[in-house]
């Protein structure tokens, strides 16, 4: 079966950071396309971080390039998203995602493998 779940959310205030974490079961990591996505209230989901092995590539949408960094520790199966110089405009539910099925990568692909996301909120 697989299984992604996220933890690691809470609150900070504007400047921090914190790391979220994706623990992964049913599948490993490196063999598929993945990414982080968050939902604020009242907005669309979109895609933050976006990684593909095959390709070898990372994206990080504007917002968030240069404060947020994804990482890997294969032996636990889980992925990181590391967030520095948190904004409260950072302030959503986070989820990690897996594209098990089908070719392409990136954010802009149907992901079909979700966990249930954690919530972050950064205060001014």
């Known amino acids: 079966e697989v299984l992604l779940v996220e933890s690691g959310g809470g609150s900070v205030q504007a400047g921090g950071s914190l790391r979220l974490s994706c623990k992964a079961s049913?599948?490993?990591?490196?063999?598929?396309?993945v990414g982080w996505f968050r939902q604020g209230p009242g907005s669309v989901r979109e895609g933050i971080s976006c990684i593909s092995y095959t390709d070898a590539t990372t994206y990080y949408t504007d917002s968030v390039k240069g404060r947020f960094t994804v990482s890997f520790d294969n032996h636990k199966n889980t992925m990181y998203l590391q967030m520095n110089n948190l904004k409260p405009e950072d302030s959503a539910t986070y989820y990690c995602?897996?594209?098990?099925?089908?070719?392409?990568?990136?954010?802009?692909?149907?992901?079909?493998?979700w966990g249930m996301g954690t919530q972050l909120t950064v205060s001014a």
């Open positions: 995602a897996a594209k098990l099925y089908g070719p392409g990568y990136g954010c802009n692909v149907d992901y079909d493998s």
């Open positions: 049913g599948f490993t990591f490196d063999d598929y396309a």
